[in-house]
C-alpha cells in the first residue's frame, strides 16, 4: 500500500532529481562559454579586432587590441541566446551561440552592427 508520505518522499526526490539535472545543463554551457571568442567589428571608421574573454559566473573582459582598450563585462546565456553587456562604453553583444561561433549584433549607443565571433 502506498501512502501519502511515499507520495510525498516521490515527489521531493523527483524534484531534487530535475533540479540536479537543470543545475548541471547550465553549468555545461556556462562552462562551454567560458573561453576567447575573437572576431572583427567592420566599423565606419575601420575594422576593430575584437577579443571577448569569458570566465567563470558570467564575468570576463571586451579587449579591442586596435584601440589599446580592456574594460570588464557581464554575460548571460539561455538557450543558445547569449547577451554580453559593457556597462562602462554602453554596449551590448547579443548573439546566437552555434557550437564554437557566435553570431550577432554589437550594439552600441543606439547603433548595431553585425559581429560574428569564434572561439579560440
Not at 9 to 35: E, I
Not at 48 to 73: C, D, N, Y
Not at 78 to 101: F, L, M, R
Request: hydrophobic letters at 35%; glycine letters at 12%; proline letters at 4%.
Amino acid at each position: 500500500m502506498i501512502t501519502y508520505g511515499d507520495i510525498l518522499t516521490f515527489r521531493n526526490r523527483f524534484f531534487a532529481l530535475g533540479f540536479l539535472l537543470l543545475s548541471l545543463a547550465c553549468y555545461a554551457h556556462s562552462q562551454a562559454l567560458q573561453g576567447d571568442w575573437q572576431g572583427t567589428l567592420s566599423a565606419p571608421n575601420g575594422n576593430l579586432p575584437t577579443v571577448f574573454h569569458l570566465g567563470a559566473g558570467g564575468s570576463g573582459t571586451i579587449e579591442s587590441t586596435a584601440q589599446h582598450f580592456t574594460a570588464p563585462l557581464q554575460y548571460s546565456s539561455k538557450g543558445s541566446q547569449v547577451t554580453i553587456t559593457v556597462p562602462s562604453i554602453n554596449g551590448t553583444y547579443a548573439a546566437t551561440v552555434n557550437g564554437n561561433q557566435m553570431t550577432g549584433t554589437w550594439t552600441q549607443n543606439g547603433q548595431g552592427l553585425p559581429l560574428t565571433v569564434t572561439k579560440h
